[in-house]
């Protein structure tokens, strides 16, 4: 894999690619999939992630009348819903607890930051229990960050203005050595449209990126010696 060179600052997307941030979809599938509704994850979640996570970030809708909204469309009776928003609230939280980096992801960022490289983060999913810092803290990421925000109205074919100006202004790096590194779909086309290299991780996104990857941690053996952690 080459063309890394080039790269002298990074925008990781936070969920799917720096922790796993699945657990609680996981979870509100197999319970949709004991209630009777059978789906598919990226099909339903491409949905939800398109659709409405935009939507949340910016306030007009809350997640939970998201969730509502999803499971009425789904053809779920509003009995069952009241139940199963009930239960995921309680579940989200008790998850809070447990998620951690994923393996190798603090060498990684360590490697990136030893050599020299500025970081940012886009957390792109929805954190409405608790702040993008607050949750980033939690995770122990963020002395690795130059840059940290919610990136909210993101989606729908557009990137927020500001959101990329002050980004590449806390990276102090031109845009085209900029790479994106993310998992969802959408947003890898969105950060190609306004010209970041892109680094795709996990088996959907293979055609959409410059580069991709199973694991973000594959990074760290595929960037240029200089790049990484001496010793």
Known sequence: MTGFDSVRGWIFQLGGVLYDGTAWRRWLLEHLCKRGLHTHYHLFFRHWDLEYVPRVQSGAISFQEAIENVLAQAGMPAAHIHEITAALRSKRKSLLTEERPLAGVVDLLKSLQAAGHPLALWALENCDQETITDKVAR??????????????????????????????????????????????????????????????IGPETAELTDWHLQGVVQLQHVLPAQKRLAG
Request: aromatic share 8%; net charge positive; hydrophobic share 45%.
């Open 139 to 200: 995770l122990g990421l963020s002395p690795y960050f130059d840059f940290i925000a919610r990136a909210e109205n993101a989606g729908h074919g557009h990137v927020p203005d500001r959101l990329l100006a002050s980004t590449l202004s806390a990276l102090k790096v031109a845009r085209q050595q900029v790479a994106f590194v993310g998992h969802t779909p959408e947003y890898l086309r969105l950060a190609r449209m306004i010209g970041l290299r892109t680094i795709g």
